[in-house]
């Protein structure tokens, strides 16, 4: 099974990954650790696409979280089997950013490269409330799910991703 979890951050597309990868003993890549390099740099889109098209060939199974439209993004979407689009309201997801700050604050968090301590600051507020959630991206999300109606399903609150863990788990 290939599974693509794509949507808003702070929506719990990480942890819906690893919960999903290690019921389903399915190897997840998180774009996170694709996309950063430790100290926070990033790196060489080329190196990057490297990465995630070299994982999607050794697997027959994967699960890929993240959203990063510069790697492999068209590819993902179509070899899935199934795409979650987490669409969670702005306030939820500031939430659960929040706490996902207070859990790891200082440390980089499990699907996080090592040597990027997890931070809330001006710029990472701005994008959880406004700029990552602008009406382009919102409407990507939603072209995706429209061009995969046979794989994808939107995922607007907890209840709804309960259903979906069940029905995939």
């Not at 702070?10 to 650790?33: C, H, N, W």
């Not at 072209?143 to 794989?151: E, G, R, S, V, Y």
Request: with cysteine; hydrophobic share 45%.
């Amino acid at each position: 099974m290939r599974i693509a979890i794509i949507g808003y951050s702070g929506s719990g597309k990480s942890t819906l990954a690893r919960k999903l990868g290690e019921r389903l003993a399915i190897p997840v890549m998180y774009l996170d650790q694709v996309h950063w390099l430790p100290g926070w740099k990033e790196r060489d889109d080329d190196d990057a696409r490297a990465v995630v098209a070299t994982f999607m060939n050794d697997h027959e199974s994967w699960i890929i979280e993240g959203n990063y439209t510069n790697l492999l993004y068209d590819e993902r979407m179509t070899q899935a089997d199934v795409i979650i689009v987490m669409l969670f309201g702005r306030f939820r997801c500031c939430a659960r950013a929040v706490r996902r700050w207070l859990r790891y604050r200082g440390a980089s968090r499990p699907d996080m490269t090592p040597g990027c301590p997890e931070k809330i600051d001006a710029e990472f507020a701005w994008w959880l409330l406004v700029k990552g959630r602008n009406a382009a991206r919102r409407q990507r999300f939603v072209d995706t799910a429209h061009a995969h109606p046979d794989t994808a399903v939107i995922v607007r609150n907890p209840a709804q991703l309960a259903h979906v863990y069940v029905d995939i788990g």
